[in-house]
């Protein structure tokens, strides 16, 4: 009931950068986290490889996105170009009004609380 509407709304705050949740979702774990694999980034979205392979692809061609090496040769170890990164500012602005806006009127504390459960029930279902 609440993941559908928030996701709508939310790829209209972001097509208004030309971008789309799964796209964004890369590129803040990328400058939250640093560099990930495309497993890490596949494990941390909860989708398969592929679907992560083709975003990836869509990122690097728009230059948000580049390939560097790493220890391993087999893995696709990938980090923000500097573009990337100050797309993730311009974007964050977005987000940050998007997430005030639907917050309204919920407390600091009520907001923790309901994070923690929401991280619970996650736990809960992937066990």
Known sequence: MLYRPFERRLNIELGKHELHRAQ???IYYLENFG???LVELSNYQGVEKPTITRTISQLEKLGY???VPGEDKREKRMQLTDAGKQLYQT??????????EILQGISEEELKTTITMMEEIRKNIIQ
């Open 24 to 26: 964004w979702t890369i």
């Open 91 to 100: 974007v964050r602005v977005t987000v940050d009004e998007y997430e005030e």
């Open 65 to 67: 996105v580049a390939h």
């Open 35 to 37: 560099s990930a694999t």
